[in-house]
């Protein structure tokens, strides 16, 4: 328990005979910045809160996820060295995928737009992602002049679509239709 009105309560079991765990996590605000482990390729300053019903199972060399979450969510996309906040009304988790759905964001100077996709993983390790964002006039990027990989620097703001894909194996992939 944080405070009166945050909490995660957690019931199951963890073996280490068996090597695994089973464990249904009730999320009545939980502190999300546990993942930044395992996204920290894509994601950094991961800040935020998560309501929901999440099972973490499996072997412990194999984990894997399964339920349903709303979260309120910040982070920084470090290829973009910009940051976005995120409000998700429902983010679906199977085995092996986080699917995400309408999910509202705003960039630091407010500007929206909407976020839809997928984040696939194979328990928990080699992530797959997919991203579909409409957006209006939002900052997307920001490469500082002293401190980026581009050969240029300054900021871009977006009205329009925009895919992003990937994997460790691919890298990024950008398409994009905006003005």
């Given at each position: ?82 940051r976005f906040e995120a ?93």
């Open positions: 328990r944080d405070k009166d009105d945050i909490f995660t309560k957690v019931n199951g079991y963890i073996s280490p005979k068996e090597k695994g765990l089973d464990l249904d996590i009730n999320a009545g605000g939980t502190d999300m910045a546990f993942l930044q482990h395992f996204i920290k390729d894509i994601f950094s300053d991961v800040k935020g809160r998560a309501y929901g019903n999440v099972r973490l199972y499996g072997p412990f060399k194999q984990l894997d996820l399964e339920g349903r979450v709303k979260a309120n969510l910040g982070m920084k996309v470090n290829i973009l060295n910009n409000y998700a009304d429902s983010v679906l988790i199977k085995s092996g995928e986080f699917m995400f759905n309408d999910v509202r964001l705003a960039d630091v100077e407010g500007n929206t737009g909407v976020a839809n996709g997928y984040l696939r993983h194979n328990k928990l390790k080699n992530l797959n992602y997919m991203f579909r964002f409409n957006t209006n006039n939002m900052k997307v990027l920001h490469a500082d002049e002293n401190n980026n990989d581009f050969p240029f620097y300054g900021n871009i703001y977006a009205s329009g679509r925009t895919t992003i894909r990937g994997n460790e194996a691919s890298g990024l992939i950008v398409e994009s239709n905006v003005v």
